[in-house]
């Protein structure tokens, strides 16, 4: 079956479907949910404007944000977001092994430096001086290559940000 849409477009290996016209989701409550394949186009959309956020010098990470907001968690929410959802079960037919891998090496590493024991790693400055951030930004290219997504700077971010004074 032929797929359209964003996901088809965004596939790196003609050889590996993606089979999700409709994936289930098992919510805390239990009850069964159907993801439209357009969501799921959104949400993998998502994951590739993140991970191509994730692949950028500091300075253009900078400049994806307003000024007030914390960019170093902001990219990482970003993608830990898309990842949780994407990585259920209900999706691990869409996405072929070595694309999942990449993705389980980047968040298992921004989780072994995250937490209160590396503050340091999360502020504007570590994204320019930090060997953390080298490595993020060069897992994030190596998963977003998985999918055939070239290192470009994204148009936008998505989320809200509201400045509290």
């Known amino acids: ?96 092994f070595h694309q999942e891998a990449a993705l389980a090496e980047l968040d298992g590493f921004i989780a072994s430096v995250s937490g209160p024991t590396h503050p340091e790693v999360w502020t504007i400055e570590a994204l320019d001086n930090r060997e953390e951030w080298t490595n993020i930004r060069r897992l994030a290219t190596a998963a977003a290559d998985t999918f055939g997504w070239s290192k470009q700077v994204p148009s936008r971010v998505f989320g809200s940000f509201f400045k509290i004074e």
């Open 1 to 96: 079956m032929k797929r359209s849409g964003i996901a088809e477009s965004l596939r790196h290996e003609p050889s590996i479907p993606l089979r999700c016209i409709e994936a289930t989701l098992v919510p805390s409550d239990n009850a069964i949910q159907k993801m439209p394949s357009e969501e799921f186009d959104r949400w993998l959309k998502r994951l590739r404007i993140s991970l191509l956020a994730l692949a950028l010098e500091a300075e253009q990470q900078v400049a994806l944000y307003p000024t007030y907001v914390e960019v170093a968690d902001e990219l990482v929410l970003e993608f830990d977001e898309c990842w949780r959802l994407l990585k259920d079960k209900a999706f691990s037919d869409t996405i072929a």
